[in-house]
Antibody
Framework: QVQLVESGGGVVQPGRSLRLSCAAS????????MHWVRQVPGKGLEWVAA????????YYADSVKGRFTISRDNSKNTLYLQMNSLRAEDTAVYYC???????????WGQGTMVTVSS | DIVMTQSPDSLAVSLGERATINCKSS????????????LAWYQQRPGQPPKLLIY???TRESGVPDRFSGSGSGTEFTLTISSLQAEDVAVYYC?????????FGRGTNLEIK
């Protein structure tokens, strides 16, 4: 059973940093592109960032470009999202999701809540 | 960026009746090199992450009941639930994965009438 488990969320002041992790199990993590998607509670889904299976290419939403960095450690089966210069509008549930070449986002984690507030 | 326009925002359907959700993209999601539409549908129940229902516009994910079907090509797509069940109450999102930034529709809140 493929599973993704996010961690690292919490309450942080504006301008501070936070690093999210997404631990994968049950599949060959290094075969898949991975994504972060966020959702303000009660609102819609917003794609945040993507990284290729080998980490060679990374893509970001304009709203986080220059502040967030996506990375992965295939030896640890873990995806990361380093979030710097956090703003109130970054407050959301952050999901990691797997995207094989043959389908769309087929596996999602349960999400981790990030609250940016003074 | 590709804009995904989903309609309606909310929908109330009687049990056993058909539910139809529409999604339009601001540019074609059809990639001619592989003959695929890069369009997916997700179901999200309260307190849960999204669940993939349909990908490549019309391919049902493994384990998804066959009352769920997807159709369309290019810029216009439809998700149909042929006979609504109580467990289908959820928010449904369309999603384009044709190009980054990937984008989602605003969601359709499906309820029982």
């Amino acid at each position: 059973q493929v599973q993704l488990v996010e961690s690292g969320g919490g309450v942080v002041q504006p301008g501070r940093s936070l690093r999210l992790s997404c631990a994968a199990s049950g599949s060959t993590f290094s075969h898949y592109g991975m994504h972060w998607v966020r959702q303000v509670p009660g609102k819609g889904l917003e794609w945040v960032a993507a990284i290729w299976y080998d980490g060679s290419n990374k893509y970001y939403a304009d709203s986080v470009k220059g502040r967030f960095t996506i990375s992965r450690d295939n030896s640890k089966n873990t995806l990361y999202l380093q979030m710097n210069s956090l703003r109130a509008e970054d407050t959301a549930v952050y999901y990691c999701a797997r995207r094989p070449e043959t389908t769309a986002f087929d596996v999602w984690g349960q999400g981790t809540m990030v609250t940016v507030s003074s | 960026d590709i804009v995904m326009t989903q309609s309606p925002d909310s929908l109330a359907v009687s049990l056993g009746e058909r539910a139809t959700i529409n999604c339009k993209s601001s540019q074609s999601l059809f990639y001619s090199s592989d003959n695929k539409n890069y369009l997916a549908w997700y179901q999200q129940r309260p307190g849960q992450p999204p669940k993939l229902l349909i990908y490549w516009a019309s391919t049902r994910e493994s384990g998804v009941p066959d009352r769920f079907s997807g159709s369309g090509s290019g810029t216009e797509f439809t998700l149909t639930i042929s006979s609504l069940q109580a467990e289908d109450v959820a928010v449904y999102y369309c999603h384009q994965y044709y190009s980054t930034p990937y984008t989602f529709g605003r969601g359709t809140n499906l309820e029982i009438k």
